[in-house]
């Protein structure tokens, strides 16, 4: 027979071992939650839900994995493209390096403004202003010798608001989430109106989305030789533009499914969430929805970059999963102090 003492002792072994068993689940949890950065709510929950749902074997919804596309915009979509989309600042960049070679830039609009430091002044020509800078600072190079400049330029150079390197300005809850993806058998692509070229150098590294899968505005690419070796030139002529329409042209045309699953933040997004939502079975749409001023900002009709405003009205007249930043993301950049 056990003394009452020896009892006693087991049932202490039994609640200790208990407490560290229920411990250890409760910090299993916590390391398994698919999206730490994430808040619980109805966002979070929609998201898990789907995913749960397109990748349980012998239900209705059930989605086989080569089906499984997912595309995400980028700029204002996977990283912030406030006060200027990133790739403007580095083609503003790229003219303060190229003026000494070209000296009726200081008398040519929209570069002398540029020169004078005049940005509103140098984008008041619109697209044909923007478009005009672009070509003049990345055509007439091999697409080898542009990826060396990107890399070159993202290696040194700072957010002007949050003096971070500009692939720290990615959104951490949206990088979890591209990783939670994959990790059920999804295909991630970047479906962007930035530059092709711009992104493919640092988007693997970034989101774990690899060059092949970018797809973005291009310039016109001629094959040469020179000094023997072959090479890809960037000519003086836009190619593709991968924006508004553009975007469903571009999935067609590089992916060649259609998305199941599609997250944007613009009317620049509006065709390929309208272009996933067409599509038979079930469907995922997601805007992020910028209403942060405090660790962002917070924009959206009026905004002259990233203007949400058809987009939002079909979202919230179809039923699409709209993001509210301030209220879903407990973390939006990993260098936030949590």
């Not at 008041?124 to 800078?133: H, Q």
């Not at 067409?278 to 995922?284: E, I, L, S, V, Y």
């Not at 997601?286 to 405003?309: K, M």
Request: glycine share 10%.
């Amino acid at each position: 027979m056990r003394t009452a003492g020896a009892v006693i002792r087991l049932r202490g072994m039994y609640v200790l071992v208990l407490g560290f068993l229920l411990l250890a689940g409760g910090c299993a949890t916590v390391r398994t939650d698919p999206l730490p950065s994430w808040n619980d709510g109805s966002v979070k929950q929609t998201i898990v839900g789907f995913v749960l749902k397109v990748t349980t074997p012998g239900t209705p919804d059930f989605v086989p994995a080569p089906e499984r596309i997912a595309t995400f915009d980028n700029d204002g979509t996977m990283w912030a493209e406030q006060p200027l989309y990133s790739q403007m600042f580095f083609v503003l960049d790229r003219v303060k390096t190229l003026a000494p070679q070209h000296p009726e830039w200081r008398t040519t609009e929209p570069f002398a403004s540029v020169l004078k430091g005049d940005i509103k002044g140098a984008l008041a020509g619109g697209d044909k202003a923007l478009l005009g800078l672009v070509v003049a600072t990345s055509t007439g190079i091999t697409t080898a010798e542009y990826e060396t400049l990107v890399s070159d330029w993202l290696a040194t150079a700072k957010h002007p608001r949050f003096n971070q390197p500009y692939t720290a300005m990615v959104y951490q809850p949206m990088v979890e989430l591209v990783a939670y993806l994959r990790a059920n058998g999804f295909k991630t692509f970047i479906v962007s109106g930035g530059g092709v070229e711009f992104m493919r150098p640092w988007t693997e590294k970034a989101y774990g989305i690899p060059p092949e899968q970018v797809v973005g505005s291009s310039a016109k690419v001629q094959y040469e030789m020179r000094a023997g070796k072959p090479v890809l030139m960037q000519l003086p002529e836009l190619g593709f533009i991968d924006d508004g329409p553009g975007k469903p042209v571009g999935i067609n045309l590089h992916i060649g499914r259609r998305p199941i699953f599609a997250f944007g933040n613009s009317d620049g997004d509006l065709q390929m969430l309208q272009w996933t939502a067409a599509g038979a079975g079930a469907r995922f749409m997601g805007i992020v929805h910028h209403t942060d001023a405090v660790r962002e900002w917070a924009y959206d009709r009026d905004s002259s970059i990233g203007r949400l405003d058809k987009a939002l009205d079909e979202a919230q007249a179809k039923g699409w999963t709209v993001v509210d930043m301030k209220r879903d993301w407990g973390v939006v950049f990993a260098f936030e102090k949590k």
